[in-house]
């Protein structure tokens, strides 16, 4: 049997996308590029695996704000700030299974950039050109406004603008970290979903991001 992407090579791997046999060199080739590769595929699995242990540091230009310093028991200390973002992102895409993690690294980009400006006093924002990440966008926005008014309602002190712009920043890091770059990833996604527990467990667990 011929692979059913190139036609021409021996077909040796069920692809669950396609539903039909294709060649190892199609698998790797169009992974998560043209083929919508669903997350619990033994391949994808096997690839991201392989992935992970040969990753290499972010360079300086891949870097998000390299210039900007976020201390790790900052985040720690906003953790309930990065579990509520992770959910809001979560619970976004249970709606909207087309997403991937380049919409979701352009929403996390273009609030970090809206709160990084406003943290200067000055009102700039630009969501994202594609539906998808714009949506997304209002949804972390929403959560940003919902959490702060919850913690004015119990006299805690609020999240700053500028205290948001960095766990953004350290979030964008990690999703650039793990991402592997195709445009149909959904590496980052699945990377959440594996370190964050349902609501009822969150407020047990501690934080399981390591800062990039």
């Known amino acids: 049997m011929s692979c059913a992407i190139c036609e021409k090579r021996l077909a040796k791997r069920f692809c669950p996308a396609k539903g039909e046999k294709i060649c190892a060199i199609c698998c790797g080739r169009e992974r998560e590029a043209t083929i919508d590769c669903p997350s619990d595929c033994a391949y ?62 352009s929403a996390i980009a273009a609030m970090a950039e809206t709160l990084r400006t406003l943290g200067t006093g000055i009102i700039y924002e630009r969501p994202p050109d594609v539906p998808v990440a714009r949506a997304l966008y209002g949804q972390l926005a929403e959560f940003l406004q919902e959490f702060r008014k ?3 309602a119990r006299g805690a002190p609020v999240l700053k603008e500028s205290d948001a712009f960095l766990l953004m920043v350290f979030l ?19 990377f959440l979903r594996a370190r964050f527990p349902l609501p009822a467990e969150a407020a047990h667990e501690a934080p399981r991001i390591i800062l990039p």
């Open 44 to 105: 994808l699995i096997a690839a991201r695996r392989y992935e992970a242990e040969h990753r290499t540091p972010l360079t300086g230009d891949e870097y998000p704000y390299r210039d900007v310093v976020v201390r790790e028991d900052f985040v720690y200390e906003r953790w309930p700030v990065i579990m509520g973002v992770a959910s809001a992102v979560l619970n976004f895409q249970a709606q909207h299974r087309e997403l991937t993690d380049p919409e979701v690294l």
């Open 150 to 152: 919850n913690e004015a």
């Open 172 to 190: 964008l890091r990690v999703a650039k970290q793990e991402t592997n770059g195709r445009s149909r990833s959904r590496a980052f996604l699945d």
